[in-house]
C-alpha cells in the first residue's frame, strides 16, 4: 500500500473490524471507512469512530444501484448477505431474521459523499457473493481505485453469487 501511496481504505463488508484492526496493526495510519449494512454488526464496528479520527463507519449496503435492498442475517453473522443461501450447496447457514429494506447506495456515492475525489483508494470486498453488484457502482470514480481485494468463495454459497471468472 505505501508504494501506491494508498491514502485511504475503504471496507466494505467490515463485520466487527477485523479489517480495520489488521491494517491499523500494519501501521496504516490514514483514512478507513468502514461500510457494514447488519445494525448489530455496525454498533460494534462505530466504537473505533471515538478513539481514530481517521475512521468512519457506515451503516449502509452497497450495490450497482442506490435504494433498498433485502439483506439476510445469518446465525454466523460473518455469512450475512444481500444474497440468500443456494439450497443445493454444501455450506449450510440458519437463517436468522431478513431486514426488509435495508439502505443501499453505490461505491460512487461513498466517494462523493466523503469526499474521497482524488485520493488513492484500496477498497476491500468481504460481500459474500455481492461483489460484482458492488463493482458495477463504480463507474464515476474508477480511476481513484488503486487496489482491489475481493473475498471470494470458489464453492458457490449464495444463489447468484459473484463467481471468479466474472471478478477475472
Do not use: W
Not at 55 to 67: I, P, Q, S, T, W
Not at 100 to 128: A, H, M, W, Y
Amino acid at each position: 500500500m505505501e508504494n501506491l501511496k494508498i491514502s485511504t481504505i475503504i471496507d466494505v463488508g467490515a463485520h466487527y473490524g477485523e479489517f480495520y484492526e489488521e491494517v491499523r496493526r500494519h501501521e496504516f495510519r490514514r483514512k478507513v471507512i468502514s461500510i457494514e449494512p447488519t445494525r448489530s454488526s455496525y454498533e460494534i464496528l462505530k466504537k473505533y469512530e471515538g478513539c481514530d479520527r481517521n475512521f468512519k463507519a457506515l451503516n449502509v449496503a452497497l450495490a450497482d444501484v442506490a435504494g433498498e435492498l433485502t439483506f439476510y442475517e445469518y446465525e454466523e453473522s460473518s455469512m450475512n448477505s444481500a444474497l440468500e443461501v443456494d439450497s443445493s450447496s454444501s455450506y449450510k447457514l440458519n437463517l436468522k431474521e431478513t431486514i426488509s429494506s435495508t439502505q443501499c447506495i453505490t461505491l460512487d456515492q461513498v466517494i462523493e459523499t466523503e469526499s474521497l475525489q482524488g485520493d488513492n483508494i484500496f477498497v476491500k470486498l468481504d460481500v459474500q457473493g455481492y461483489e460484482v453488484k458492488i463493482l458495477q457502482g463504480l463507474r464515476n470514480y474508477l480511476q481513484s481505485v488503486n487496489l482491489i481485494q475481493v473475498e471470494i468463495s470458489i464453492n458457490p454459497i449464495y444463489r447468484d453469487a459473484s463467481n471468479l471468472p466474472e471478478l477475472s
